[in-house]
């Protein structure tokens, strides 16, 4: 185990890459801070912190307008963060690529420019219930104006998806599987390949909902074969406000626009007009340049790491925190998927989870509690909560075991 643990501990150099990081290197409640609330935010580099200040202090101008040095260079920034994203998820071009705000935009884009002119009334969406409200609500509000339905694969005790019966709710009304890669509360990756085949073997195309995994694994949408993808830049290094859409590219020039405005137009007159080329098309208004740039720089960051050795060393974080917690009297976790990423859920005997990571604050550790915007598993499993750790790759073993320590000592505090 020892040695295991060394040899990935070369790869990923935790102690060295948290000096990247300066917002780890503090005290909370006069003890050092343990982030681990990866799962809804991950903190950002000074390579990415210094590519913001460096575009903001040297290039700062409107993208796509000005004919003037300043404008090229923002054009030329953000043109270049959408190379590396295409890059990085390994689509064929840039022009696949959407900038959004999120996650959440990008699948309610979807909803609304695919959706709206392809579902109609009495057509089928599958969903699961391991979704976050995120690839839910757009679906929801997408079916109750068409009178669509919308159906569901449910889950197991284990917290993964039950494919009993799977074949038999798809229909010739499917039009659109959305389901998540890797569950923000049960960590487990789901075996999208096989749902993408099942889907395509009968015409209908899936969106993936990568929000929890295009920051912690390798992905490859040329491989995957998915439709579209949608991902969030404040969980992979990037500042908030910046997400990405990936889409076919046949899917995106039958779509309609999604919001109206400047830069998505061709031509304009009076009571009609004519779309830009993708990707404008979708990117209506001014878009958030600096956070593009820092998503640039967020993805040089993670290749210089190299996404393999990510993954690998928060497997081994993920797979000895299990071990440790697993050992603690009254401690319930949620999620038991053979293939998993580094997002705990947890209950300890009748603990609230707040009243939990109450505590843990006090003692340096940031964790989530809450429904984690997954209400459909909370009603599955009869809780109203949980707590819930998320790693990221500057995370040690050495905050598990604090981390562990003190939910022992909470357990006493609690007295269960
Ligand atoms: N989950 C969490 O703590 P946005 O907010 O658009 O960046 O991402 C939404 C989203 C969509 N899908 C999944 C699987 C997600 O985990 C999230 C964000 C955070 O779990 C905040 S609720």
Same mark, same amino acid.
């Given at each position: ?49 210094? #590519?913001? *200040? ?15 040095? !300043? ?13 590396? =994203?295409? #890059? ?15 996650? *959440?935009?990008?699948?309610? !884009?979807?909803? #609304? ?5 392809? =579902? ?8 699961? &219930? ?6 839910? +609500? ?6 109750? &104006? ?11 005790e284990?917290g ?7 074949? @038999? ?16 509360v049960f ?25 929890? @995994? =295009? $920051? ?22 990037? $500042? ?26 061709? @031509? ?24 593009? +740039? ?13 996404? &393999? ?6 497997? &081994?974080?993920? *797979?000895? #925190?299990l071990?440790?917690m697993m050992?603690i009297p009254n401690m319930k976790i949620y999620g038991n ?6 997002a705990i859920s947890f209950n300890i005997g009748n603990v609230h989870p707040h009243d939990l990571s109450h505590f843990l ?6 964790v989530r509690a809450g429904h984690h915007?997954a209400?459909?598993i909370m009603?599955k499993f009869d809780i109203a909560a949980t707590t819930r750790a @998320? ?12 981390? =562990?320590?003190?939910l022992t000592?909470a357990q006493?505090?609690f007295?269960y």
């Amino acid at each position: 185990m020892e040695t295991d643990m060394q040899s990935s501990k070369q790869t990923i150099d935790a102690a060295k890459i948290r000096r990247d990081f300066p917002v780890l290197n503090q005290q909370v409640h006069g003890k050092p801070l343990v982030y681990f609330d990866n799962g809804a935010t991950t903190q950002k580099p000074i390579a990415v912190i210094k #590519a913001l *200040t460096r575009y903001y202090e040297n290039d700062n101008a409107n993208v796509h307008r000005g004919i003037h040095q !300043l404008s090229e260079r923002a054009t030329n920034g953000f043109e270049t963060a959408r190379k590396k =994203v295409a #890059a990085f998820i390994g689509a064929k071009s840039e022009r696949q690529i959407i900038f959004t705000r999120g996650t *959440t935009e990008s699948i309610n !884009l979807v909803a #609304a420019a695919w959706g709206r002119k392809f =579902v109609s009334e009495g057509d089928e969406i599958i969903l699961t &219930e391991m979704e976050h409200h995120s690839n839910l +609500i757009p679906w929801q509000l997408l079916a109750q &104006e068409k009178g669509a339905v919308l159906k569901y694969l449910s889950i197991t005790e284990e917290g993964t998806l039950d494919f009993t019966g799977f074949e @038999s709710i798809l229909s010739n009304r499917t039009k659109l599987i959305a389901v998540t890669h890797m569950s923000n509360v049960f960590g487990t990756i789901n075996p999208i390949k096989k749902i993408i085949r099942l889907a395509h073997d009968r015409g209908i195309p899936v969106l993936l909902d990568a929000a929890q @995994s =295009v $920051p912690h694994l390798p992905i490859d949408v040329e491989h995957l074969d998915c439709d579209f993808l949608a991902f969030s830049g404040h969980k992979m290094l990037a $500042p908030t406000g910046i997400g990405v859409l990936y889409a076919k590219r046949s899917r995106l020039e039958n779509m309609d626009p999604y919001q109206g405005g400047g830069e998505m137009i061709s @031509s304009v007159w009076h009571d009609k007009s004519t779309w830009n080329e993708i990707p404008h098309k979708f990117e209506a208004g001014t878009p958030h340049i600096a956070g593009a +740039i820092g998503l640039g720089a967020a993805i040089d960051y993670l290749n210089t790491l190299g996404m &393999e050795n990510i993954t690998h060393y928060e497997q &081994e974080l993920t *797979t000895f #925190a299990l071990d440790k917690m697993m050992r603690i009297p009254n401690m319930k976790i949620y999620g038991n998927a053979p293939e998993r990423g580094g997002a705990i859920s947890f209950n300890i005997g009748n603990v609230h989870p707040h009243d939990l990571s109450h505590f843990l604050d006090q003692q340096g550790i940031a964790v989530r509690a809450g429904h984690h915007c997954a209400q459909l598993i909370m009603r599955k499993f009869d809780i109203a909560a949980t707590t819930r750790a @998320s790693f990221y790759f500057y995370n040690t073993f050495e905050e598990i075991d604090y981390f =562990v320590e003190q939910l022992t000592e909470a357990q006493r505090f609690f007295d269960y």
